[in-house]
């Protein structure tokens, strides 16, 4: 699309082209001017200036002091990081998520976190008809689902803090965790066990177990779980199941490039 058109289009989608066009055209030089900037993606000082302070006030463009000219932060690349992070993760953990749903037949997933939540990012559906209903993409709460307990017991402790404290602690069922001292004892006993439960706390009748998935920095991105009825459930199978959840994430991180998997 032309710069010229972008007056044609409605406000939001201009706002968004204007802003990536700025980004092109700052990608494009390691700093720049705003007047030369302006020039260059036909935009008056005053459009650009704004869009460049709320930018920076975002973290992905900083401001050289004596120059006063602009440049991009490295957040873009933290971005695009995490996104290639994740299609490696994705492709590594898809073997290991087919082996385990051949041998239970249940429901596997990938999980990541996504702001205040989690976000399935992978799925195996269940071979059984009375199964968990759900989709890559959705969104769940981080406190009362396994995964969401895996990725606050081995998150960084300022990060888990800031967390709890901005949590809502929403009412799914009855067995639902509501208040953060409760949450931190469960995140203790998740990391002293080696896995977190969901014992239809996000769902009625559904259990669900997790475990942690570290990439080659020893930092947890990823939580992977089976699902289950109650029905189903047998503190046997709960075994067996959380020995194929370890194997699976040791075999995953271990592609990722971490070796010391402690579990």
Not at 118 to 139: E, F, T
Request: with cysteine; charged share 25%.
């Amino acid at each position: 699309m032309a710069l010229a058109d972008l007056d044609k289009q409605p406000d939001s989608v201009s706002s968004v082209l204007k802003v990536f066009g700025i980004l092109q055209a700052l990608g494009d030089e390691r700093e720049i001017g705003i007047t030369e900037l302006s020039q260059r993606v036909m935009m008056s000082k005053s459009t650009v200036y704004r869009f460049l302070q709320t930018m920076k006030s975002l973290g992905y463009v900083d401001q050289e002091g004596e120059s006063e000219k602009y440049t991009l932060t490295l957040k873009l690349f933290e971005l695009g990081a995490k996104a290639l992070q994740n299609v490696d993760l994705i492709r590594s953990a898809d073997i290991q998520m087919r082996e385990i749903s051949r041998l239970t037949r249940e429901t596997i997933h990938l999980g990541a976190l996504d702001e205040d939540g989690i976000v399935y990012i992978h799925k195996i559906d269940s071979m059984y008809n009375l199964r968990m209903h759900s989709r890559i993409g959705r969104r769940n709460p981080l406190h009362s689902t396994a995964i969401g307990k895996v990725l606050l017991a081995w998150g960084e402790q300022n990060d888990v803090d800031a967390l709890l404290a901005d949590m809502q602690f929403t009412r799914s069922t009855e067995h639902t965790v509501m208040d953060a001292p409760s949450l931190v004892k469960v995140l203790d006993q998740v990391r002293s066990q080696g896995y977190g439960e969901d014992n239809e706390e996000q769902e009625q009748g559904l259990r669900c177990i997790a475990v942690p998935v570290f990439d080659r920095f020893g930092v947890v991105i990823a939580g992977l779980s089976i699902s289950f009825p109650t029905i189903r459930f047998s503190e046997e199978s709960k075994n067996d199941y959380v020995a194929m959840l370890h194997t699976a994430a040791r075999n995953i991180s271990e592609q990722l490039g971490y070796h010391q998997y402690p579990f």
